[in-house]
């Protein structure tokens, strides 16, 4: 195995970027392979490196990972980005669960019909901006800190700049009536290992396109439509 972590998963985001965003934000260079056909996808299936028959998946440290939250946790706990003690620990991971929610009902967006996205993309603004933002903006409020828990950059931190980020695609005033996640948000971009994950050229991926809908549903052989929540 390389001694640079190696992605699989398809030329995207999808559940992939999360772990994408961490790894950039411990300062972790990372390789990554991607599936374009079905040919490879049964490959890596009959030689056993899925242990779910699923992706993502990430060599890593002599392992096979599989399953997105063990991954980012395993992340997290290497490079010091979940916390100090169990306590902390445990908000990192309320913190993430609750942003996973939000950034699970932009995930399926590509996937929508025209008529569909436009509902969905109402269905997540509505949701960020009553059940998901005013948590973290009382939280930054409550503690007069930088950083959502202990004083630290955490994975907690990471996982919300992202999800920020991909809800300004779809209504791009949305942080408006949040002050504290307008700070939290130019404070966290300007981190330096964030800040050059940002730049062009990077391995952060673009909003994903229709190219990328085929290929995953090509590979995956969907054949289905996903309905708007």
């Known amino acids: 195995m390389s001694t640079k972590p190696k992605l699989y998963y398809f030329d995207g985001r999808g559940k992939m970027e999360s772990i994408r965003w961490l790894l950039a934000a411990a300062g972790v260079e990372f390789e990554e392979e991607f599936l374009e056909t079905r040919d490879q996808y049964e490959k890596l299936l009959q030689g056993g490196s899925l242990l779910f028959q699923q992706v993502p998946m990430v060599e890593m440290d002599g392992m096979r990972m599989v399953q997105t939250r063990a991954i980012l946790s395993y992340i997290a706990a290497k490079y010091n980005l979940y916390g100090k003690d169990l306590k902390e620990r445990a908000l990192i991971d309320m913190y993430v669960g609750g942003t996973d929610d939000l950034m699970g009902f932009i995930l399926m967006f590509p996937f929508l019909s025209a008529e569909d996205k436009e509902k969905q993309r109402a269905f997540i603004v509505q949701k960020a901006t ?60 300007s981190i330096p290992a964030i800040k050059k994950f940002l730049e062009p050229g990077s391995q952060r991926k673009p909003v994903p396109d229709d190219k990328y809908v085929e290929t995953v549903r090509r590979v995956l052989r969907m054949y289905y439509d996903i309905k708007a929540n």
């Not at 950059?153 to 005033?173: P, R």
């Open 130 to 189: 009553s059940r998901y933002f005013p948590v973290y903006e009382k939280v930054l409020k409550d503690h007069g800190q930088d950083f959502l828990v202990g004083n630290n950059f955490s994975w907690a931190d990471v996982h919300l700049l992202e999800a920020i980020l991909m809800v300004e695609e779809k209504k791009s005033d949305v942080l408006s009536d949040f002050p504290q996640l307008q700070a939290f948000k130019a404070r966290i971009s």
